[in-house]
């Protein structure tokens, strides 16, 4: 009996240190590839100083204001110069869209809803550049340039080049702005990620020959 009981004994012992052993090799290479993946995501590469540049931002600021700004997009292009300008306060929004064709008065009083969306939803041509901004955004024609106070906000200056986009980058300038297309200009993105002060030239080099040129400029000035 006392025989039998040391086998088992035995038995047991050796299905533990086997199960252990086939434990430490599953568990090993999964921390591995965890670390490994940690360590290769672009986010753990990003720069911890660098300012996430939204739009998304802008729009949230307006719709749902904290503070006072004034807020002023603009848009030229051959065919069109669009204007929009407006003073954005917590409870009320004042200002006015134009362009070659109109002038479209906007007001807006949060206690009224209908008025406040229908104020706010004027100034949402700026949703229209999101596909300009994602081109260059975290690439290597964004550079940063420095720090200071702009607008009345704490924000970092990027310069904007596609002309130092690395390899894959210019492969893809290249198929979405054609051959000699571009986007230059420089912006100031304060730390929610808005960008406060825009200048941005942006051209399209068409297979047609025809070159299609638009000039971005936004501004949010605090009050």
Same mark, same amino acid.
């Given at each position: ?72 997009? +603009?848009?030229?292009?051959? #065919?069109?110069?669009?204007? =929009?300008? %407006? ?5 009320? @929004? $004042? /200002?006015? !869209? ?8 906007? +007001?807006?009083?949060?206690? #009224?809803?209908?008025?406040? =969306?229908? %104020? ?5 041509? @700026? $949703? /229209?550049? !999101? ?31 596609? !002309? ?60």
């Amino acid at each position: 009996m006392c025989a039998n009981f040391r086998v088992r004994c035995s038995v047991w012992a050796i299905t533990v240190c086997v199960l252990f052993s086939v434990l430490g090799c599953k568990l090993g290479p999964s921390r591995d590839r965890k670390e490994e993946k940690t360590a290769s995501s672009p986010a753990a590469a990003k720069n911890s100083n660098d300012f996430d540049l939204d739009l998304n931002c802008v729009i949230e600021s307006i719709q749902n204001p904290a503070e006072a700004f004034h807020y002023t997009y +603009k848009k030229d292009t051959e #065919d069109n110069n669009l204007i =929009q300008d %407006a003073d954005i306060m917590p409870d009320t @929004i $004042s /200002g006015s !869209s134009k362009d070659k064709y109109a002038t479209r008065e906007i +007001k807006g009083v949060k206690s #009224d809803k209908q008025s406040w =969306q229908t %104020a706010w939803t004027s100034l949402m041509a @700026i $949703s /229209g550049m !999101s596909s300009t901004i994602a081109l260059v955004n975290h690439s290597s024609a964004m550079v940063r340039e420095g720090t200071g106070k702009m607008n009345g906000y704490d924000a970092a200056q990027y310069s904007i080049d596609t !002309s130092r986009g690395n390899t894959a980058e210019a492969g893809l300038y290249k198929a979405t702005l054609g051959d000699g297309g571009f986007e230059k200009g420089t912006v100031w993105v304060n730390a929610k990620g808005c960008p406060v002060q825009l200048s941005l030239d942006s051209e399209m080099h068409l297979k047609n020959g025809t070159i299609a040129k638009q000039h971005y400029e936004i501004q949010m000035v605090k009050k």
